[in-house]
């Protein structure tokens, strides 16, 4: 049996060091030249190691300040009880909010409002017929000054026009879509959550600042008020290091 290739040995050597603590989030890893002289290889050889734990998301190379390893703060999405009804909050917050643990000052909201008419897919999640008017809402989640996640949301149009929520100077409210529904009568009584992972799209890369290698987590969303669904996600986005999904199943 031949040996591991030495940029495999290399990397996976620099792998175990980093989830081991020698060389913490935020520090530099040895220079291209210490690694080939501590492993008696040629620079190439280290390049495609570097590269391998690049593709993974474990380091980055910045422009004149060597090989980082990745700072990887990591939001808890308590999937299970996240939509619960809570007693109102002694001040504003939102599911994001909870999830960050951050204040209403350190969140900010990026949001474009348009009327479309539903696909055929959307309209099946809705269980409306096809062409059926709807509120469609990009949203671009900031914490403390950082992009976390997009979301794409919609609301049949019929239930919003004229109301606050079809406004997008309301944004971010307090509560969010909950809190939505609601204000229109729609108490939410139910959501529904299919989570998928792959990677992510050029103009998810630059609008969440995705490293190279790290694949997104795609979760589509339905909330209930009774038998219908009244607000439809496609997609929530978040890239797949930033977020822990937790679920606990009562049996």
Not at 96 to 116: A, C, H, M, P, S
Not at 159 to 186: F, K, Y
């Amino acid at each position: 049996m031949q040996d591991r290739p030495a940029y495999l040995r290399i990397a996976g050597e620099l792998r175990e060091q980093i989830r081991r603590g020698d060389y913490p989030p935020g520090s530099r890893l040895p220079t291209l030249a210490r690694l080939c002289q501590t492993h008696g290889v040629s620079e190439i050889v280290v390049r495609q190691a570097v590269a391998l734990l690049r593709g993974e998301g474990l380091v980055e190379t910045r422009r004149g300040g060597g090989t980082v390893v990745r700072v990887r703060p990591a939001a808890r999405r308590l999937a299970m009880s996240r939509y619960r009804n809570d007693p109102p909050a002694a001040a504003p917050a939102t599911s994001f909010t909870r999830d960050q643990r951050i204040g209403w000052n350190e969140y900010r909201l990026d949001k474009t409002f348009t009327r479309v008419r539903a696909d055929p897919h959307l309209a099946s999640l809705f269980e409306l017929p096809a062409g059926t008017e709807l509120l469609r809402r990009r949203f671009v989640f900031h914490s403390r000054g950082e992009p976390q996640q997009i979301s794409v949301s919609y609301l049949p149009w019929s239930l919003v026009e004229g109301t606050p929520v079809a406004d997008p100077a309301r944004e971010p409210w307090p509560g969010g879509t909950p809190a939505q529904l609601a204000s229109l009568g729609r108490p939410v009584t139910r959501v529904e959550e299919s989570v998928q992972a792959r990677m992510p799209t050029p103009e998810e890369v630059e609008t969440l600042r995705i490293t190279a290698g790290v694949p997104v987590l795609t979760i589509t969303r339905r909330m209930f008020s009774g038998d219908r669904p009244y607000e439809v996600c496609r997609d929530i986005v978040i890239p797949a290091d930033r977020v822990t999904l937790d679920y606990s199943i009562d049996l």
